[in-house]
């Protein structure tokens, strides 16, 4: 996906690719930060194999366009010294620049349906999708070695760029992409729902933490380590009840 034509280059720093190339290197920048989430340009660099100029450049370009944002960063350690590096997050016009339009009619459905039959069954619509959700998900999740390594298979695959990260204190989901993110902005149920799908398809409890729809950077969604241990409660108070009718 090429992202439109390039504006004549002003900058001290000249590019030595050719045309589409050089595009293609820009696309690749953009897709890295909608699929990996909120990113530096030293953290890019890195990863992409570009050079500190290069990135700059592209990233530069692509907040210039409006399809990523400048932002400075959540959270900084007490003991770094100097500025901290300012993060680069995939804006709305981004997000559909990648072919993942966001449905104005369903807006205006929901709308209506809510002014004339009522806001519950809005309600019912968002339970409803939450039910698709899990009966969907679970042929990928059962023929995962474990639920959490499932639906992330499963969101990816419904175009949600999911991937998890191990917490001290259990496992974070993040969702770099959310399809419906305007929609669920005019209707937060739909997240809520969501949310309990996942805990559904999970069997534990999860917190959601933030949300694309309400102006995060990512979807996250905590998921505490509690399936594990619960089975082991359970199989210990079998154990001991086994004991004690002897």
Known sequence: MAFGHELRNTCVVKSTLAPSEDLRTKDQVARAILESGPSTAVALAASLGLTPAGIRRHLD????EG???EREP???SAGLRGRPSKVFVMSDKGRERFEHSYDDLAVSALKYMAASAGAHLVDGFAKHRADEIIRRSKKTVS???????????FLSDEGYAANVHPKA???ELCQHHCPIAHVAAEYPQLCEEETAAFSKILGTHVQRLATIAHGDGVCTTFIPQLSSKGKKIEKTQTSNRKQSKR
Request: no cysteine; glycine share 16%; proline share 0%.
């Open 61 to 64: 370009s692509l907040v210039g």
């Open 67 to 69: 399809i990523l944002e």
């Open 74 to 76: 959540h959270i900084r």
């Open 143 to 153: 023929g995962s070695k474990n639920a959490v390594d499932g639906l992330v298979k």
């Open 169 to 171: 204190i259990g496992l």
